[in-house]
């Protein structure tokens, strides 16, 4: 890479100094020392002007080589870790450098073979760069702080091209997405505004269940979901999104879940942070997952909601809050696991385990071995700890975590990288694992009736090759724990007791995406060489 300049850093330039950064570039056209005349093809222009968008500063190293400074987070400059902006005014076959310079933490799936996510307008569907062309390294130049460096080759003059820490889920496709399902006026299906945010966007609550189960005086099991209270943690978004698709199909795991359930679901804790590009931080610089033991009304207003609508079903004789999961996405570790909490009872910490490791049965990508269950201090302030702490011993609270990256299948090593699409089915397994937790699964097995061949596109869409055929073959030993939960699980183990675990998979183009020369789909698959990219002419 070129070299810089080893003299000291102008006062403002140092990375540093966040203040430096206010805001994102917007149409911001770098051009070359000395160079006065308008813009030429080549001379890149940057963007991260729009919703979820991130990028504070361009600094041009050489010709070929940019350094990149993400935006902190509003009122808060610890956080610097989601990026995500746009570069226009390219030359086919451009190559570039670019270094992520100022990222604040320093353990990364950048060193476990992640890549940033890029699109085109020409090819509107997110990829992962090939690994090969990313660098994740402690950097002299930088005051030894941590860079990522990827090389890219732009093959479309016309073309505007995105880089993004992850697949971005704006606030703006939220809604898009819930305005399409209350547009097909289910019964089964409520969405209501349960507040605002500082900037008055809204807090969405969605109810999922059978109208019999909210007629009045009716008693409720209510399983409580929420998502994106660290807004730059996307994959919480597509879990939930696969969660919600599934409960208001036709599946028939879906049918009885709704029957039996009620599913309260807040998937946008944090709307503000979403629209702004935060990673962790709300509008006012704070992290609302640790607020939950005092939310304010007025710094912290979607929090404040949640937490009263919880309290107030709590208190409820007619309601028993049964679950509370928060999902989240993890930028260390690998697979879908989860956090839960320790009880000095033993029973009712053993009775914990059962979920997690119900849906390890069900997805291939869950581990549980990576979960675990703790009471740090630092995690005092979270939604688990405190409702776990506030909630009687019949209700479970998990974060449910999800690797940015991928996951590893058991029994091999090979990282196999998260689609959208993989997201969403452990959204979908989430769901199918209440069944096999509440032992439902004779009742899907009543329901024999074929599916009508309308239905089967819709199966397929939710990715399922048939209805689940749902066999009591696996004994209860496999869990290894005592299965005497009141109200949930009403058998202790014995030889007659059985779960139902073997449920229909699906089968997804999970591997690694490649850049082959395979059709206009593809990115360039392109080698570094003399710290520059050798193009792929596969386009052309």
Not at 13 to 32: R, W
Not at 461 to 474: D, V, Y
Not at 486 to 496: D, I, K
Request: with cysteine.
């Amino acid at each position: 890479m070129a070299e810089r300049s080893q003299t000291a850093p102008e006062p403002g330039n140092d990375i540093g100094n966040e203040e430096a950064i206010g805001g994102n570039v917007s149409k911001y056209t770098v051009l070359p020392n000395g160079y006065s005349g308008q813009p030429k093809k080549g001379h890149l222009t940057f963007d991260a002007c729009f919703e979820s968008g991130n990028l504070g500063r361009v600094e041009q190293v050489s010709e070929f080589e940019y350094d990149l400074f993400i935006r902190p987070d509003t009122c808060n400059p610890r956080f610097r870790v989601w990026f995500n902006f746009t570069v226009e005014n390219v030359k086919e076959s451009q190559r570039v450098i670019f270094n992520i310079v100022n990222f604040s933490k320093t353990k990364s799936l950048y060193r476990d073979g992640m890549a940033p996510m890029v699109k085109s307008t020409s090819r509107p569907k997110w990829q992962r760069l090939p690994p090969k062309n990313v660098y994740y390294y402690r950097c002299p130049d930088h005051r030894k702080n941590y860079v990522m460096s990827f090389a890219f080759c732009f093959d479309r003059e016309d073309d505007i091209y995105q880089f993004a820490y992850c697949y971005p889920y704006t606030y703006t496709r939220f809604q898009h997405y819930l305005d399409s399902l209350q547009k097909r006026n289910m019964d089964y299906f409520l969405r209501e505004q349960l507040g605002q945010s500082v900037q008055q966007r809204q807090l969405d609550l969605l109810t999922i269940t059978s109208p019999e189960n909210l007629r009045e005086g009716a008693e409720k099991k209510v399983v409580f979901i929420t998502g994106r209270v660290h807004p730059g943690e996307t994959p919480s978004s597509f879990v939930c999104q696969g969660i919600i698709d599934f409960l208001v199909s036709q599946h028939p795991i879906a049918r009885v879940l709704r029957e039996h359930l009620v599913f309260k679901i807040a998937p946008m804790l944090n709307p503000d942070g979403v629209y702004l590009g935060n990673y962790r931080c709300s509008l006012m610089g704070f992290d609302l997952n640790r607020h939950w033991l005092d939310p304010s009304p007025w710094a912290h207003p979607t929090l404040h909601g949640v937490k009263q609508l919880i309290i107030k079903m709590y208190n409820d004789p007619k309601i028993s809050l049964e679950f509370y999961i928060d999902i989240h996405a993890h930028s260390t570790m690998m697979n879908g696991f989860m956090y839960g909490n320790i009880f000095e009872d033993e029973e009712r910490f053993q009775r914990q385990s059962i979920f997690p490791k119900l849906l390890c049965q069900n997805a291939e990508d869950f581990s549980y071995t990576s979960t675990s269950f703790n009471r740090d201090a630092v995690k005092a302030g979270t939604g688990r700890r405190f409702l776990g702490g506030l909630l009687d011993h019949t209700s479970y609270c998990y974060t449910l975590e999800v690797s940015f990256y991928s996951y590893i299948i058991g029994g091999t090593t090979a990282a196999v990288p998260y689609t959208e699409e993989a997201y969403m089915k452990l959204g979908r397994n989430v769901a199918k694992t209440f069944l096999d937790y509440y032992r439902l699964n004779p009742l899907v097995e009543r329901m024999t009736v074929p599916m009508p061949r309308l239905r089967f596109k819709e199966e397929r869409r939710l990715g399922w090759e048939q209805p689940s055929c749902l066999r009591a073959e696996q004994q209860l030993e496999v869990l290894g724990v005592p299965m005497c939960t009141g109200r949930v699980l009403n058998e202790h183990l014995g030889s007659g007791g059985q779960w139902h675990l073997d449920c229909a998979s699906t089968t997804l183009p999970l591997g690694l995406i490649s850049c082959s020369p395979s059709g206009p789909s593809s990115w360039n698959d392109m080698a570094m060489s003399n710290s520059l990219l050798m193009p792929d002419h596969s386009f052309h």
